[in-house]
Protein backbone atom coordinates (compact mmCIF):
# COMPACT_ATOMS: atom_id res chain seq x y z
CA UNK A 1 0.00 0.00 0.00
CA UNK A 2 1.53 3.44 -0.87
CA UNK A 3 2.36 5.40 2.09
CA UNK A 4 0.73 8.81 3.02
CA UNK A 5 4.18 10.44 2.28
CA UNK A 6 4.13 8.85 -1.00
CA UNK A 7 0.55 10.47 -1.89
CA UNK A 8 1.39 13.37 0.08
CA UNK A 9 5.29 14.66 -0.70
CA UNK A 10 5.23 17.48 1.87
CA UNK A 11 4.93 14.73 4.38
CA UNK A 12 8.27 13.16 3.45
CA UNK A 13 10.70 15.85 3.83
CA UNK A 14 12.98 15.07 6.53
CA UNK A 15 15.54 17.64 7.70
CA UNK A 16 18.64 16.81 10.21
CA UNK A 17 20.95 19.52 12.08
CA UNK A 18 23.58 18.60 14.57
CA UNK A 19 20.57 18.80 17.07
CA UNK A 20 17.15 19.01 15.68
CA UNK A 21 14.99 16.87 14.02
CA UNK A 22 12.90 19.27 11.41
CA UNK A 23 9.61 17.22 9.49
CA UNK A 24 6.28 18.55 8.68
CA UNK A 25 3.84 18.20 11.78
CA UNK A 26 1.65 15.44 11.37
CA UNK A 27 -1.69 14.66 12.68
CA UNK A 28 -0.74 12.64 15.52
CA UNK A 29 2.38 14.95 16.33
CA UNK A 30 -0.78 18.06 16.95
CA UNK A 31 -1.01 17.25 20.92
CA UNK A 32 2.60 17.67 21.40
CA UNK A 33 2.72 21.53 19.83
CA UNK A 34 -0.42 22.03 21.38
CA UNK A 35 1.05 20.92 24.88
CA UNK A 36 4.16 22.60 24.14
CA UNK A 37 2.69 26.25 23.30
CA UNK A 38 0.72 25.82 26.28
CA UNK A 39 4.08 25.62 28.23
CA UNK A 40 4.22 29.54 27.01
CA UNK A 41 5.70 30.95 23.94
CA UNK A 42 6.08 34.76 25.23
CA UNK A 43 5.91 36.79 28.31
CA UNK A 44 1.92 37.71 29.16
CA UNK A 45 0.28 40.32 27.40
CA UNK A 46 3.74 40.80 25.17
CA UNK A 47 2.27 38.34 21.51
CA UNK A 48 5.20 39.05 19.41
CA UNK A 49 2.39 37.42 16.41
CA UNK A 50 -0.11 39.16 14.52
CA UNK A 51 -2.97 37.43 15.66
CA UNK A 52 -2.01 36.80 19.13
CA UNK A 53 -2.76 32.94 19.12
CA UNK A 54 -0.77 31.64 22.13
CA UNK A 55 -2.37 34.10 24.26
CA UNK A 56 -6.30 32.15 23.57
CA UNK A 57 -7.67 30.02 26.17
CA UNK A 58 -7.13 26.56 26.72
CA UNK A 59 -10.19 25.37 25.04
CA UNK A 60 -9.70 27.75 21.90
CA UNK A 61 -5.90 26.84 21.89
CA UNK A 62 -6.01 23.33 20.72
CA UNK A 63 -8.67 23.77 17.68
CA UNK A 64 -7.17 26.92 16.16
CA UNK A 65 -3.71 25.29 16.15
CA UNK A 66 -5.59 22.29 14.55
CA UNK A 67 -7.06 24.41 11.94
CA UNK A 68 -3.99 26.21 11.45
CA UNK A 69 -1.98 23.48 10.11
CA UNK A 70 -4.62 21.67 8.67
CA UNK A 71 -5.42 24.78 6.69
CA UNK A 72 -2.05 25.73 5.73
CA UNK A 73 -1.85 22.11 4.15
CA UNK A 74 -5.49 22.12 2.33
CA UNK A 75 -3.74 24.82 0.86
CA UNK A 76 -0.96 24.20 -0.23
CA UNK A 77 -0.23 24.59 -3.94
CA UNK A 78 2.98 24.93 -6.38
CA UNK A 79 1.87 28.63 -6.24
CA UNK A 80 1.43 29.53 -2.61
CA UNK A 81 2.66 27.24 -0.15
CA UNK A 82 3.47 26.90 3.42
CA UNK A 83 5.99 24.14 5.38
CA UNK A 84 4.90 23.93 9.01
CA UNK A 85 8.19 21.87 10.22
CA UNK A 86 8.18 20.50 13.83
CA UNK A 87 11.17 20.89 15.85
CA UNK A 88 12.30 17.63 17.65
CA UNK A 89 14.93 17.71 19.60
CA UNK A 90 15.28 14.13 21.14
CA UNK A 91 11.80 13.26 21.73
CA UNK A 92 11.00 16.82 23.15
CA UNK A 93 8.59 18.88 20.62
CA UNK A 94 10.41 22.19 20.86
CA UNK A 95 8.44 24.61 18.78
CA UNK A 96 7.61 25.10 14.39
CA UNK A 97 9.52 26.78 11.89
CA UNK A 98 7.30 27.45 8.90
CA UNK A 99 8.90 27.84 5.32
CA UNK A 100 6.82 29.60 2.32
CA UNK A 101 6.52 30.93 -0.56
CA UNK A 102 4.49 32.32 -3.20
CA UNK A 103 4.88 32.40 -6.89
CA UNK A 104 8.33 31.05 -6.78
CA UNK A 105 9.65 29.09 -9.81
CA UNK A 106 9.42 33.36 -10.47
CA UNK A 107 10.40 35.14 -7.35
CA UNK A 108 12.50 32.35 -5.91
CA UNK A 109 11.85 33.73 -2.74
CA UNK A 110 11.08 32.16 0.55
CA UNK A 111 9.66 33.31 4.17
CA UNK A 112 9.89 32.23 7.46
CA UNK A 113 8.01 32.17 10.76
CA UNK A 114 9.09 30.48 14.09
CA UNK A 115 8.07 29.07 17.64
CA UNK A 116 9.90 27.80 20.65
CA UNK A 117 8.65 27.12 24.20
CA UNK A 118 10.18 29.50 26.59
CA UNK A 119 12.04 26.52 27.83
CA UNK A 120 13.52 25.94 25.01
CA UNK A 121 14.72 29.78 23.77
CA UNK A 122 17.47 31.50 24.11
CA UNK A 123 19.88 28.19 23.81
CA UNK A 124 21.13 29.00 19.77
CA UNK A 125 17.93 26.61 18.96
CA UNK A 126 16.04 29.46 16.96
CA UNK A 127 19.36 30.27 14.72
CA UNK A 128 19.72 26.32 14.01
CA UNK A 129 16.31 25.85 12.80
CA UNK A 130 16.04 28.93 10.75
CA UNK A 131 19.67 28.23 9.18
CA UNK A 132 18.37 25.14 8.49
CA UNK A 133 15.27 26.60 6.68
CA UNK A 134 17.48 29.04 4.67
CA UNK A 135 19.99 26.20 3.52
CA UNK A 136 17.65 24.15 2.26
CA UNK A 137 15.69 27.01 0.25
CA UNK A 138 19.23 28.02 -0.99
CA UNK A 139 20.84 25.04 -1.52
CA UNK A 140 18.09 22.59 -2.47
CA UNK A 141 14.79 24.56 -3.92
CA UNK A 142 17.49 27.38 -5.51
CA UNK A 143 15.84 30.22 -3.48
CA UNK A 144 17.68 33.35 -4.22
CA UNK A 145 15.85 35.58 -1.49
CA UNK A 146 15.12 34.60 1.88
CA UNK A 147 12.44 37.10 3.88
CA UNK A 148 11.31 37.63 7.47
CA UNK A 149 9.63 40.24 9.34
CA UNK A 150 9.16 40.75 13.35
CA UNK A 151 8.19 43.30 15.91
CA UNK A 152 10.97 46.00 16.25
CA UNK A 153 10.93 45.14 19.89
CA UNK A 154 11.72 41.82 19.05
CA UNK A 155 15.19 41.60 19.98
CA UNK A 156 15.24 37.36 20.08
CA UNK A 157 13.69 37.31 16.61
CA UNK A 158 15.72 40.27 14.93
CA UNK A 159 19.03 38.75 16.99
CA UNK A 160 18.52 35.22 15.14
CA UNK A 161 17.89 37.07 11.76
CA UNK A 162 21.49 39.66 12.39
CA UNK A 163 23.57 36.39 13.68
CA UNK A 164 22.76 34.63 9.94
CA UNK A 165 23.45 37.99 7.85
CA UNK A 166 20.11 39.27 7.13
CA UNK A 167 20.19 42.72 6.34
CA UNK A 168 17.71 45.14 7.61
CA UNK A 169 15.12 45.92 4.41
CA UNK A 170 12.60 48.78 5.59
CA UNK A 171 9.26 49.23 8.55
CA UNK A 172 6.39 48.97 8.49
CA UNK A 173 3.11 49.68 10.29
CA UNK A 174 0.93 46.68 10.60
CA UNK A 175 -2.95 46.68 12.60
CA UNK A 176 -2.16 43.82 15.02
CA UNK A 177 -5.78 43.90 16.46
CA UNK A 178 -6.48 47.63 17.74
CA UNK A 179 -2.40 48.19 17.86
CA UNK A 180 -0.84 49.73 15.53
CA UNK A 181 2.74 47.91 15.37
CA UNK A 182 6.49 48.83 14.01
CA UNK A 183 7.37 45.82 12.14
CA UNK A 184 10.87 45.13 10.52
CA UNK A 185 11.59 43.43 7.42
CA UNK A 186 14.93 41.85 7.04
CA UNK A 187 16.18 40.07 4.23
CA UNK A 188 18.73 37.26 3.34
CA UNK A 189 20.55 35.89 0.10
CA UNK A 190 23.46 33.29 -0.38
CA UNK A 191 25.89 36.25 -0.83
CA UNK A 192 25.04 37.37 2.76
CA UNK A 193 23.56 34.18 4.38
CA UNK A 194 26.38 33.48 7.21
CA UNK A 195 26.21 29.99 6.74
CA UNK A 196 26.72 27.41 9.86
CA UNK A 197 29.58 25.28 10.57
CA UNK A 198 27.91 22.07 9.72
CA UNK A 199 25.70 20.01 6.53
CA UNK A 200 22.65 20.05 6.56
CA UNK A 201 20.79 16.72 6.25
CA UNK A 202 17.66 16.14 3.46
CA UNK A 203 15.28 13.41 2.88
CA UNK A 204 12.69 13.54 0.71
CA UNK A 205 13.42 16.30 -1.34
CA UNK A 206 13.02 14.82 -4.66
CA UNK A 207 9.40 14.28 -4.28
CA UNK A 208 8.63 17.43 -2.86
CA UNK A 209 10.38 19.37 -5.05
CA UNK A 210 8.67 17.39 -8.36
CA UNK A 211 5.46 18.43 -6.84
CA UNK A 212 6.20 22.13 -6.39
CA UNK A 213 7.39 22.39 -9.90
CA UNK A 214 10.78 23.19 -8.98
C1 LIG B 1 12.36 33.99 18.04
C2 LIG B 1 12.87 32.65 18.55
C3 LIG B 1 12.40 31.53 17.60
C4 LIG B 1 14.42 32.70 18.55
O1 LIG B 1 14.93 31.50 18.99
P1 LIG B 1 15.98 31.39 20.20
O2 LIG B 1 16.39 29.98 20.27
O3 LIG B 1 15.38 31.99 21.42
O4 LIG B 1 17.19 32.31 19.72
P2 LIG B 1 18.73 31.89 19.69
O5 LIG B 1 19.12 31.38 21.06
O6 LIG B 1 18.97 30.97 18.55
O7 LIG B 1 19.42 33.28 19.44
C5 LIG B 1 19.85 33.64 18.17
C6 LIG B 1 20.59 34.94 18.20
O8 LIG B 1 19.76 35.99 18.68
C7 LIG B 1 20.40 36.65 19.75
N1 LIG B 1 19.39 37.00 20.75
C8 LIG B 1 18.51 36.16 21.32
N2 LIG B 1 17.77 36.82 22.21
C9 LIG B 1 18.20 38.11 22.19
C10 LIG B 1 17.82 39.28 22.90
N3 LIG B 1 16.82 39.26 23.80
N4 LIG B 1 18.48 40.43 22.63
C11 LIG B 1 19.46 40.46 21.72
N5 LIG B 1 19.88 39.37 21.01
C12 LIG B 1 19.24 38.21 21.26
C13 LIG B 1 21.34 35.62 20.32
O9 LIG B 1 22.43 36.23 21.00
C14 LIG B 1 21.79 34.89 19.09
O10 LIG B 1 22.77 35.58 18.37
P3 LIG B 1 24.30 35.04 18.32
O11 LIG B 1 24.22 33.66 17.76
O12 LIG B 1 24.95 36.01 17.42
O13 LIG B 1 24.75 35.07 19.75
C15 LIG B 1 12.37 32.32 19.97
O14 LIG B 1 12.97 33.20 20.90
C16 LIG B 1 10.86 32.42 20.11
O15 LIG B 1 10.16 31.46 19.83
N6 LIG B 1 10.33 33.57 20.59
C17 LIG B 1 8.89 33.74 20.81
C18 LIG B 1 8.10 33.66 19.51
C19 LIG B 1 8.59 34.66 18.49
O16 LIG B 1 8.96 35.77 18.81
N7 LIG B 1 8.57 34.23 17.22
C20 LIG B 1 8.97 35.07 16.11
C21 LIG B 1 7.85 35.98 15.71
S1 LIG B 1 8.38 37.06 14.39
Same mark, same amino acid.
Given at each position: MTSLAEMWPPFGLSLSTPRLTI?? *?? !?EDIPSAVAAARSGVHPPGKSPFSMPWAELPDEELAPNMAQWYWRCRANFTPASWTLLLAIWHDDDFLGVQDLGAKNFTTLKTVGTGSWLKQSAQGQGFGKEMRAAVV??? $? !???? &? @? *? &? @?? @??? =????????VSTSLGYEP? %? =? $?? !? %??? @?KVEEVQRVRLTPTTFKRPDWTLKVQGHEALSSYLGI
Open positions: RP *VL !DSYA $F !DYLG &A @E *V &A @ES @EAA =IWNQQSLGN %G =I $FR !D %GWG @E
